[in-house]
């Protein structure tokens, strides 16, 4: 199965280029990677010492065919030189320098809350919420709160999927005041699209976090992170009850892809066309965090 998505600068297909794809499509698609998958790579512990790995100093050694296998612009980050790393996680987790992610200000403007690949849906039903084309979810399931999803009949899911080459932290799509995050436990399935199309309700039975997040400008978001094979752990880097601005970090994901996901209320938010028009066409929008992704 190979990846496009839609470089949003250019209006360009563009092929994915995936990380472990061997590896990947071994796991899903085969019945040996299967077994294996489920009787291993899905579980905390396979995740946890993998991610270990990446803190030990040895590790920065595979930081430069990393960088260039991926393509990855280090120009961007704080520190440029693969060598001011003292192992791979702390590169992964990198910081860019504040001019490379200029914030829309606008209050009417919703910001994409991580750099990767976005999907959005308007109208939700939360009994089915979708999780690729033929696979669906409940939102009851992801938080895990009946009631609370209810209050998000009708409203609006973005997803914004983080591959390993992106940047790794993430923001707040507007200002206001977070609540604490609920940890939920889960399994460690991949969430890409390689996995996305073999396992269901991937959202639902991984690992996650989830924060209430009280806007000033679209009401109630829901903001939930999700974990992902060799993401060992997320850390949360604000403090709950503090109000933050728009753009200001909220945490970051250590080692592996991952997934960042909103829901807002109906009526809330109108998201940008090219996006909701890539996604009926079943292709994911590169997006950048701080660029605009919809509007009041």
Not at 228 to 234: E, N, R, S
Not at 249 to 262: A, Q, W
Request: include cysteine.
């Amino acid at each position: 199965m190979e990846i496009y998505y839609i470089d949003r600068k250019t209006g360009e297909k563009k092929k994915e280029i995936v990380a472990g794809e061997k590896f990947l499509k071994w796991i899903y698609d085969t019945r040996s990677g299967k077994s294996l998958l489920e009787a291993i790579v899905k579980r905390k512990i396979f995740s946890t010492l993998y991610g270990k790995l990446q803190d030990v100093p040895y590790s920065s050694k595979k930081i430069p065919d990393f960088v260039k296998d991926l393509e990855i612009d280090l120009g961007e980050a704080q520190r440029e030189k693969v060598d001011e790393y003292r192992n791979f996680n702390d590169f992964f987790a990198r910081e860019l320098k504040p001019s490379a992610r200029p914030i829309c200000r606008e209050n009417s403007c919703l910001i994409a809350p991580a750099d990767g690949r976005a999907l959005a849906y308007e109208d939700i039903d939360i009994r089915q919420v979708i999780q690729v084309k033929g696979s669906y979810y409940s939102l009851e399931d992801v938080f895990n709160d009946k009631e609370w999803a209810e209050e998000y009949q009708g409203g609006t899911c973005i997803i914004v999927r983080l591959c390993p080459a992106d940047y790794h932290r993430f923001h707040f799509p507007d200002s206001g005041i977070p609540q604490a995050a609920r940890r939920i436990k889960g399994e460690y399935y991949s969430v890409n699209p390689i996995s996305l199309h073999k396992v269901e309700r991937v959202y639902c039975v991984n690992k996650r976090e989830i924060t209430k997040f009280g806007s000033d400008h679209f009401g109630e978001i829901a903001f939930v992170e999700v974990g992902a094979t060799c993401v060992g752990t997320i850390i949360q880097t604000y403090k709950s009850g503090e109000a933050v601005d728009k753009g200001q970090e909220k945490g970051y994901f250590k080692f592996g892809g991952s997934t960042v996901i909103l829901f807002l209320k109906k009526g809330q938010v109108k998201i940008d066309e090219d996006i909701i028009q890539n996604t009926k066409a079943g292709f994911e929008t590169r997006v950048l965090m701080g660029e605009a992704i919809g509007r009041k």
